[in-house]
């Protein structure tokens, strides 16, 4: 239900960036977009603004968030870094990667927003809005995707509306976002671990490491008592409507969410089709990939039949978050 609040919708200028400065500091709920995907800020060293983000979101409590900062300073001050993350922080931040870090005993971060865990995830966005409204404020910002838990990541400010408007205070309309899928989490402990692909590549982040990422414990986030990620439980990224994946072709009724030049026997009868990329290119795809999945879920098809995706690159993010939609449903 649509109810309480009036949520100012502002699209970016001077006036707009003071306000939600302003009303993080007043412990305001404020979405903003970031370059992965749109997110829902909070002061993160506020624990009602907090208990409200959570609220809004419909979010369980156990999950924790990623405290965003303007810079790698900023960082330094709330999270304990190692010589590896310091290494990955310096390659890639500004940029989608989030580091889970060892939370020191004098952390800003409220234990509300790290869900009472003894680490605290850490991330510099590189948008350029995102960036403005950090320094701004002048202090860590929570934020997850701006929708509601379980449902799809916005990647427009209309899709944050959609969810969330008479819940929150403000959006800040900075039109699409570039990447499309959120930030990949490494764990930054003994060994470099990998807890969600994402904007960076795999490759990208082992070259800068010079070793391969562990990989968390295969059923880690079916154990939702203490998940290492535990905001990849799998129903997190649900549509309404089933998700068929791999699809050689398309079943009447059906929905195709393709990928590439070549359609599959059955498109022609499609209830609908959107292609993430015709040419076939993963970062166009990552881009187009939660906006698709939400116009074909309008549709209320039978199913969406989602074509392969190469597992390279981007494309690990891309499955991940598609086995997800899948399973969310079954
Ligand atoms: O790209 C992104 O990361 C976006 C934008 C808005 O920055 N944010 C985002 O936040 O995806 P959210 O809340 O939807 O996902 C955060 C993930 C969850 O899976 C959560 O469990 C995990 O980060 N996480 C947060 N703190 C953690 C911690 N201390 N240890 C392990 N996982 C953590
Ligand atoms: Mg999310």
Known sequence: MKVGLKTQILPVDEAALAAAARMLA?????????ETVYGLGADATNPAAIARLYQAKGRPAFNPLIAHVYDLEAGLRIGRFDAPALALAEAFWPGPLTLV????GDCAV??????????????VPAH?????ILRAFGGPVVAPSANLSGHVSPTTAAHVQSDLEGL??????????EVGVESTIVGCFEEAMLLRPGGVPRDEIERVLGYKLKQPALDADHDTSQPLAPGMLASHYAPRSRVRLRAETVEAGEALLAFGPKMPPGSDGAAAVMNL?????????AANLFGYLRALD???????AVMPIPQEGLGEAINDRLRRAAMGRE
Do not use: C, H, M, Y
């Not at 870090?101 to 020191?104: E, F, I, M, Q, S």
């Not at 409220?110 to 991330?123: F, P, Y």
């Open 168 to 177: 929150i205070d403000l959006i800040i309309e900075g039109g699409p976002v």
């Open 110 to 123: 409220a234990d509300l927003a790290t869900a009472g865990l003894d680490t605290v995830a850490i991330r």
């Open 26 to 34: 007043e412990g305001g709920l404020v979405a903003f977009p970031t």
């Open 298 to 304: 309008a549709k209320a098809a039978r199913a969406i």
């Open 101 to 104: 870090l060892p939370k020191p």
């Open 277 to 285: 990329s015709a040419r076939g290119d993963l970062t166009e795809a």
């Open 128 to 132: 350029k809005v995102a960036r403005q």
